[in-house]
C-alpha cells in the first residue's frame, strides 16, 4: 500500500493550491477529486482577482491588504489567464456620499503595498468612453483597477504544475472513507466510472471538499468538528454585450449589494453575483427565476438598454463554503479562510471558506500549519509561473505578435483566444500548423480538434462540459448541434 506525506481530498482551487505547493517542495502528494477538477465553486466565481472593495465597508482590512497584494503576484504568475480590468463605478451620492467612495478608493490603491496598476480616479461618464451602455442620467463616477481570471483554467494549470513536480493528481476518483491506523490515515479511493477501489495511506489528511468540507468530515471520516460552514449560492447570467469598451462596471444596488456587469468572451457581458443562504440538499446548486430576475433588475437600473430574461445566453451557480462566523447577512459573511487542525493522532487540516485570490497564499499558511509534521523547504509559489505563463520577459500583446506573425496564415483573432487559454503551452497545439485545415475537424465555437486532443491529453478532460464550459468557453459560442457532436466526439472516445 503505498504511502504518501499528503493526501487532499478536493481538486478546487484551494485542493490543488495545497498539492502545488506541497509538490514543489518535495513532499509526497496525492489528490483526489470525486468529479471533474473545478466542477464546483471554483468554475462559479465571478472570474476575478481582486481585493473586495466592499469587503472594506465590513472593516475586512487584513483580508483586503493580502487579496491586492497577491493580485500583483498572481498577475506576475499567469498573466495569460490574468490581466488587468478596469472598473467604473457610477456614483450614486444618496446610497453612499463621494468623499467615503474616494476615502475607500484610496484605502484600496495602497493597502496592499506597491502595486503595477492604475490608481484609481475621477471619471465623466460619457456615452461613448466611461458611460458607454448606461443611461445618460448616470454621469459622474470613479475608475479603479482589478484584475480577471479564467478560474476554471486556473485550477486546471495549478493542478498541472502539481503534476509536474511530482504530485498524482485524480479527477473522478472519491474518497469513500478514511480512518486513523497507527501513525498514518489509511484512505479509500473509488474511481466513479469502473467502481473500482484502492487503498493508501497518508502522513498528513487534507480535507479541502469546499462545500462538502462538513459533510467529509461526519460522513466519510466520522469525525465532529467545532467549525461550521455557511452555503452561500452566487449565480450569475451571460447576456448579450452591453457595450463595446474593455472595462466593467461595478454597480450599486439599493440593498447594498454590488452587482458587476463585465465584459465576457468578447460577445457578452457577465453579471453577477446573488448571495442566498442554501442548505446542503440544494447541491448542486441551480440558478433560479428569481435569481435571473434579480440581476436583470439590477442592471436595468443602470444599463441603456433593458436587460430581460429572454436575453440570457447562459447561466451558471456556485456554491461558497464559507465559514459560519454567526453573521444574519450571507453578503456579510467572512470570504477569509480558516483552517481548523485536529492532531489527535496522524493530522487532519479541514480548509473552511476562502476566495480564489487568496488560494496561493492559502496554501502556504496550510503547509506552515504542518511543518512540524513533515519540515519543508521554503515557500516558492510566488516566483514560478503557472504552465504556458512564462512569457520571457514579454507582455502578452508582444507575445502575441510574434505568434501571429509565425502563423500568419490562421486568424488572428483566433490566436488570441487560444493564448489566452494556454499562454506559452500554445505552440504544443499549434506545431507545425500553417492553415485552418492543419488544426483538424473544426466543431465550432473556436474548437478544433487539435485542441481536443490537448485537452484530454494533458488536462483530464473526458466530457463534453469538461471541455466546453471548463477547460474552454467554446461552448457559449456554438450550436446546441455543435456542443452535441463535441459531447458525442467525447462520448464515444473518437
Not at 498541472?160 to 486513523?180: E, F, K, Q, Y
Not at 452566487?234 to 469598451?245: A, C, L, N, T, W
Request: net charge positive; charged share 25%; proline share 5%.
Amino acid at each position: 500500500m503505498e504511502l504518501y506525506d499528503i493526501a487532499v481530498i478536493g481538486g478546487g482551487i484551494n485542493g490543488a493550491g495545497v498539492a502545488r505547493d506541497a509538490a514543489g517542495r518535495g513532499i509526497k502528494v496525492l489528490l483526489a477529486e470525486q468529479n471533474d477538477f473545478a466542477s464546483a465553486t471554483s468554475s462559479a466565481s465571478t472570474k476575478l482577482i481582486h481585493g473586495g472593495l466592499r469587503y472594506l465597508e465590513y472593516h475586512k482590512f487584513r483580508l483586503v491588504a493580502e487579496s491586492l497584494a497577491e493580485r500583483e503576484v498572481m498577475l506576475g504568475i499567469a498573466p495569460h489567464i490574468i490581466w488587468p480590468l478596469e472598473f467604473v463605478l457610477p456614483h450614486e451620492k444618496h446610497l453612499r456620499p463621494a468623499w467615503m467612495v474616494r476615502a475607500g478608493l484610496f484605502l484600496y490603491d495602497h493597502i496592499g503595498g506597491r502595486s503595477s496598476l492604475p490608481k484609481s480616479r475621477g471619471v465623466r461618464l460619457a456615452p461613448g468612453n466611461h458611460g458607454a451602455g448606461l443611461k445618460p442620467a448616470f454621469t459622474r463616477g470613479f475608475a479603479y483597477y482589478d484584475a480577471w481570471v479564467d478560474d476554471a483554467r486556473l485550477v486546471v494549470l495549478t493542478l498541472s504544475s502539481a503534476r509536474a513536480h511530482g504530485a498524482n493528481v485524480l479527477a473522478r476518483t472519491r474518497c469513500i472513507g478514511a480512518r486513523r491506523e497507527g501513525d498514518a490515515w489509511r484512505v479509500t479511493l473509488r474511481q466513479q466510472a469502473s467502481g473500482e477501489e484502492t487503498e493508501v495511506r497518508a502522513r498528513i489528511l487534507v480535507n479541502a471538499a469546499g462545500p462538502w468540507v462538513k459533510s467529509v468530515l461526519e460522513r466519510e471520516l466520522k469525525i465532529g468538528s467545532p467549525g461550521r460552514v455557511r452555503l452561500v449560492k452566487g449565480s450569475h447570467i451571460v447576456v448579450p454585450r452591453i457595450h463595446d469598451k474593455r472595462y466593467a462596471y461595478i454597480l450599486q444596488n439599493p440593498d447594498r449589494r454590488v452587482i458587476f456587469m463585465i465584459p465576457y468572451e468578447r460577445e457578452f457581458t457577465l453579471i453577477g453575483t446573488t448571495d442566498i443562504q442554501v442548505a446542503g440538499e440544494d447541491l448542486p446548486p441551480v440558478t433560479s427565476p428569481e435569481e435571473v430576475a434579480y440581476l436583470c433588475a439590477a442592471a436595468s437600473r443602470y444599463s441603456a438598454r433593458a436587460i430581460s430574461a429572454d436575453q440570457v445566453a447562459w447561466s451558471y451557480s456556485g456554491v461558497r463554503p464559507l465559514y459560519d462566523d454567526g453573521t444574519e447577512d450571507p453578503s456579510a459573511v467572512t470570504r477569509d479562510y480558516v483552517l481548523l487542525l485536529d492532531d489527535a493522532g496522524p493530522p487532519l487540516l479541514s480548509i473552511f471558506g476562502g476566495k480564489i485570490t487568496t488560494y496561493r497564499k492559502l496554501a502556504e499558511h496550510v503547509l506552515e500549519k504542518l511543518a512540524r509534521w513533515i519540515p519543508a523547504r521554503r515557500p516558492w509559489t510566488h516566483a514560478e509561473a503557472l504552465p504556458g505563463g512564462d512569457f520571457g520577459g514579454r507582455d502578452f500583446p508582444g507575445v502575441l505578435g510574434e505568434l501571429r506573425s509565425r502563423y500568419s496564415g490562421l486568424d488572428p483573432h483566433w490566436l488570441a483566444r487560444l493564448l489566452r487559454r494556454h499562454g506559452m503551452l500554445i505552440e504544443q497545439i499549434l506545431d507545425r500548423a500553417k492553415t485552418e485545415a492543419d488544426l483538424g475537424e473544426n466543431f465550432g465555437g473556436g474548437l478544433y480538434e487539435r485542441e481536443l486532443a490537448y485537452l484530454i491529453e494533458h488536462e483530464w478532460a473526458r466530457t463534453g462540459e469538461d471541455v466546453l464550459w471548463r477547460r474552454t468557453k467554446c461552448g457559449l459560442h456554438m450550436s446546441e448541434a455543435q456542443r452535441s457532436r463535441v459531447a458525442g466526439r467525447l462520448a464515444h472516445g473518437r
